[in-house]
């Protein structure tokens, strides 16, 4: 698999918003980043793909499935560093692939299949098509939510992924959510915390400023 497309090691709880487009992901990901005070990694498509359509005036083609998943991980892996023990995706490369198979009949750049295949995450949360749909630059296929609700469960079935679905408003989503993370994480040792890492090094500096007595040098 091409390094660029692979998860760094880091010892943190990797959560997944998985589903259909305007089926609230987005949503819940800043919610639970927020819950946890932890970070989010947004979904890189929407940036690159706006910008195609603002430039070029066009939507995603079979070519920029690659640059994407790139982009993805890169932010992934950005982000993983800066976070407190969990690290809330937006979307993954399993994600980019159902959408390549369902848009390009079948197709899955293989360095792509690859990546997607090996790089794992402790849940995903798959979400329902019972929210509105809401049209935008990018959006397409309203008609075919369903289809595509499906193609991502069968997904994580066929992947054998961790999964819950998630159903209802916004505060039954969280609720259910945070009771199953909060199990994923009470299960974990040693986690990642951003927030203790700055504080090992602010000791550290102040050991290396200080006396025999403990207190600081004077300049």
């Known amino acids: 698999m091409e390094k660029e497309l692979k998860q760094d090691p880091i010892n943190i709880v990797k959560v997944v918003l998985?589903?259909?487009?305007?089926?609230?992901?987005?949503?819940?990901?800043?919610?639970?980043?927020?819950?946890?005070?932890?970070?989010?990694a947004p979904e890189f498509a929407r940036e690159y793909l706006q910008e195609k359509w603002n430039n070029e005036r066009k939507t995603c083609e079979k070519d920029d499935l690659?640059?994407?998943?790139?982009g993805q991980m890169k932010l992934e892996n950005t982000l993983a560093k800066?976070?407190?023990?969990?690290?809330?995706?937006?979307?993954?490369?399993?994600?980019?692939?159902?959408?390549?198979?369902e848009f390009y009949?079948?197709?899955?750049?293989?360095?792509?299949?690859?990546?997607?295949?090996?790089?794992?995450?402790?849940l995903y949360l798959l979400t329902y098509i019972d929210t509105p749909w809401e049209?935008?630059?990018?959006?397409?296929?309203?008609?075919l939510r369903l289809e595509m609700f499906n193609?991502?469960?069968k997904s994580l079935i066929d992947h054998n992924r961790p999964y819950i679905l998630l159903k209802g408003?916004?505060?039954?989503?969280?609720?259910?959510?945070?009771?199953?993370?909060?199990?994923i994480i009470a299960d974990k040792e040693n986690l990642h915390s951003f927030s203790d890492s700055l504080q090992d090094v602010d000791m550290h500096f102040l050991h290396q400023n200080t006396g025999d007595f403990g207190t600081p040098f004077e300049y």
């Open 151 to 153: 193609a991502f469960e």
């Open 18 to 40: 998985f589903g259909p487009e305007s089926s609230g992901k987005t949503t819940l990901s800043r919610h639970l980043a927020r819950y946890y005070n932890t970070v989010w």
């Open 66 to 70: 690659l640059p994407i998943a790139i």
């Open 169 to 183: 408003d916004k505060e039954t989503r969280l609720k259910n959510a945070t009771a199953a993370i909060d199990k």
């Open 82 to 101: 800066k976070a407190d023990k969990i690290l809330i995706c937006d979307t993954d490369l399993l994600e980019t692939k159902v959408y390549s198979e």
């Open 105 to 122: 009949g079948g197709f899955v750049d293989e360095r792509l299949d690859e990546a997607a295949d090996e790089n794992t995450y402790d």
């Open 135 to 143: 049209e935008d630059d990018l959006r397409d296929r309203p008609e």
